[in-house]
């Protein structure tokens, strides 16, 4: 975080009273100021934001093939299904066991 001294720029906003009070409550709970909790959060939002814009960034082409997959029917995977049935089968080996142990 940035010291006193590097912090230039200011922010000024107008809030309702029942905004203003769950804002209070709410870094009184994380023990922290009003102004330090609203910057961690508002900082936090727009990493989240500006990491989706960058990553997320599909071509108009690019979002009709995404359309398409969510709309087609959904299709099997016949190794995805064979991996999951063995690691179930696995499961109920190592559970039987768990019980005859006991």
């Known amino acids: 975080m940035p ?21 209070r409550e709410a870094a009184a ?3 922290q100021d009003v ?14 934001v500006l990491l989706r814009d960058r990553i997320l960034q599909l071509t108009p082409r690019e979002l009709d093939q995404v ?9 099997a995977v016949p190794e995805l299904a064979a991996l999951i049935a063995a690691v179930g089968r696995d499961a109920t080996r190592r559970g039987a066991k768990d019980l005859a142990a006991h």
């Open 35 to 48: 102004s330090s909790f609203v910057l961690g959060a508002a900082m936090e939002h727009a990493r989240e």
């Open 3 to 23: 010291t006193a001294s590097a912090r230039s720029d200011r922010l000024n906003m107008r809030v309702s009273p029942e905004a203003l009070s769950t804002i």
């Open 67 to 75: 359309d398409a997959a969510l709309d087609a029917e959904p299709q």
């Open 29 to 31: 709970a994380q023990q």
